[in-house]
């Protein structure tokens, strides 16, 4: 290309030679080229990460899933609350005293929900759900929200998606964690 502009800048006498289109191609190369390659050279490494075929989700890709799935309804006998969400949107629920603090994402964004309720009683409604576990006795979490996991026989330490609190599964709960997680 940047040797067939010069046909338009300069006038065409004595142009259709091989010195004159070596020169065009160094010029190219050394303007065009070469840096646009060595800069993909340095980023390349980020071309294949997870995070950025996750990042590619569109809105009505999401939207079709929840449509899919059927709102969970935590209902509060104590003060007549309710709380609904999709199973995607759950993240865990952990037990506050005579509370249950529900950490759901969503829109993309962290959102938590305190209800009046017993941890048994969310457990019950919560055990439709093949996903959810309860790994301690005052955790819930969503299977499908596990980052990693850390610990022995002793217990684990879950890191979840969209939270920065580590989860503890408790001794009990090991072998019935290991074999959901599966």
């Known amino acids: 290309a940047a040797y067939f502009a010069g046909f338009v800048i300069e006038e065409p006498a004595s142009r259709w030679n091989l010195a004159t289109f070596a020169d065009s191609l160094q010029k190219a190369l050394l303007l065009g080229i070469i840096p646009v390659f060595f800069f993909t050279m340095l980023n390349i490494r980020y071309l294949f990460t997870p995070e950025i075929f996750l990042s590619f989700n569109t809105l009505k890709e999401n939207q079709a899933e929840k449509t899919k799935e059927q709102i969970i309804q935590i209902v509060s006998k104590a ?9 995607s949107e759950f993240v865990y629920a952990e037990s506050s005293g005579n509370y249950v603090v529900f950490y759901l994402v969503k829109d993309n964004k962290p959102t938590k929900v305190v209800i009046r ?3 048994g009683d969310t457990e019950k409604q919560l055990s439709a759900n093949p996903g959810f576990m309860r790994t301690h006795r005052a955790y819930i979490v969503n299977l499908k929200k596990v980052v990693s996991k850390k610990g022995n026989a002793l217990g684990y330490r879950l890191q979840m998606e969209g939270s920065e609190n580590v989860i503890p599964v408790s001794r009990q709960n090991i072998q019935k964690f290991d074999q959901m997680m599966k």
């Not at 003060?79 to 199973?87: I, W």
């Open 79 to 87: 003060k007549k609350q309710n709380l609904s969400f999709y199973p």
């Open 117 to 119: 309720n017993s941890m």
